[in-house]
């Protein structure tokens, strides 16, 4: 049985938009991209090889996807050779334009398509970005385990990791690390 596990960088105000560069995602006027940038240290570092560590398939958002798709098959790095082989699973309208090697479309019915796959044998489905999806399978019940990398600034403004819709929930703390 696999597990859904989302992992997502976040501000202490809860923005998760474009943590990864000033270009990522620029929708709704966000003009903070890249903001992880200066905090990344070796703590960082060493959570990121971890979560990469285990064998997993990409569970991905349209727009994450995309900005992926564009980045990651023309890099040579770990994150790369993390990234390339494994299969990516994408919530879309458009599957035809799913050109990233090893890319499944999840179908119309994405909730029980992750159902379904959540009961097969495999490595787990980790999520990245995908803010939009997030929401969704928040409020369906199917994550299993969000890891959050806080980091020490307010954004203000852009998509939050918790929408104005977010449902009342309770989790357990496995581990904390500063």
């Known amino acids: 049985m696999r597990k859904i596990i989302a992992a997502t ?13 000033p270009e990522e ?18 703590v960082g570092g060493a959570a990121m090889e971890e979560l990469f560590s285990k064998p997993f398939d990409l569970l991905l958002g349209r727009r994450t996807y995309d900005i992926f798709a564009a980045y990651w ?24 334009t799913l050109t990233w090697q090893n ?12 159902r379904r796959l959540k009961q097969e044998d495999g490595p787990d489905l980790l999520i990245q970005g995908s803010g939009d999806l997030i929401q969704t399978l928040l409020a ?7 890891r959050l ?11 939050r990791l918790f929408g104005e819709h977010a449902m009342p929930a309770a989790f357990k703390l496995v581990t904390s690390q500063t």
């Open 9 to 21: 960088f976040v501000s202490l105000d809860g923005v998760m938009q474009a943590p990864g560069g």
């Open 149 to 159: 990398m806080i980091f020490p600034l307010l954004l203000g403004k852009g998509k």
């Open 25 to 42: 995602d620029p929708v709704g006027g966000f003009k903070f991209g890249g903001w992880t940038f200066h905090y990344f240290d070796e």
């Open 73 to 96: 098959p023309y890099q040579k790095d770990p994150i790369a050779d993390a990234f390339n082989p494994a299969t990516k699973y994408v919530a879309t309208h458009r599957p035809d």
């Open 140 to 146: 369906n019940g199917l994550i299993d385990e969000i």
């Open 103 to 114: 890319t499944q479309w999840l179908g119309e019915d994405i909730v029980a398509a992750l």
